[in-house]
């Protein structure tokens, strides 16, 4: 996720014939909605469709977002590679989050992993996305520390891009949300030299009233 993080250079990386990422759905996606019971779930960045494939091989009926239409392709096709019935509960859409207006209180589920937009537009985008949550509802929002500018991992090189949890707080209607999980976890990845590096990781969930 470094570079220039426009349409153009996420459409050239996943027209390439090597996957971008793992096939393997996000960490935190899956231990933090394993307790929940499985509806209609927004997937806001969905790349390549490991997550969204998880959610509708979990029961789930997913509606899956990214403004890359090469992203959303190759999606499509590694969820057709899991069978119709997989294929079928996933709605594969192009929007730009930037200004992407899911609606009001559609989903029971709304998930962001790694979806580092600037802070001019970020606390909007967020905020609409929180708003798509139905009462009882639970947004999850995941993203890469800032203190992960000081390793040798890639990462987007503007730190105007990171966020915090606390700051996520701050785009909730008050007195309507339950903050459920808000830490920065370690966890471990290989650098370019094939070193073990510590990283860390913003978690937010919350959950709405109702």
């Not at 537009?121 to 999850?140: D, E, I, N, S, Y």
């Not at 890639?154 to 209607?173: A, C, I, K, M, S």
């Not at 949300?177 to 590096?197: A, K, L, M």
Request: proline letters at 7%; charged letters at 20%; aromatic letters at 8%.
């Amino acid at each position: 996720m470094a570079g220039d993080l426009g349409e153009e250079f996420w459409n050239e990386r996943y027209s390439g014939q090597a996957r971008v990422w793992s096939d393997s759905p996000n960490r935190y996606l899956v231990s933090e909605t394993a307790e929940l019971t499985p509806g209609r779930a927004l997937d806001a960045g969905s790349g390549e469709g490991a997550d969204a494939i998880w959610l509708a091989e979990h029961g789930w009926l997913v509606t899956a977002v990214d403004f890359a239409s090469a992203a959303l392709q190759r999606a499509a096709e590694h969820a057709r590679e899991r069978g119709p019935a997989v294929a079928a509960r996933i709605t594969w859409a192009r929007h730009d989050l930037t200004d992407f207006d899911p609606g009001p209180l559609g989903y029971d589920l709304v998930t962001a992993q790694y979806v580092h937009l600037p802070s001019a537009v970020r606390p909007a985008a967020f905020g609409r996305l929180a708003a798509a949550v139905a009462p009882g509802g639970t947004l999850l929002i995941v993203g890469h520390h800032v203190s992960d500018l000081q390793t040798t991992i890639p990462r987007p090189q503007d730190p105007d891009r990171y966020f915090t949890g606390d700051e996520l707080v701050t785009v909730l209607e008050p007195g309507e949300w339950q903050v459920v999980t808000n830490s920065v976890p370690e966890r471990f990845s290989t650098d370019s030299d094939g070193r073990p590096v510590g990283v860390h990781d913003v978690v937010f969930r919350a959950r709405r009233g109702g």
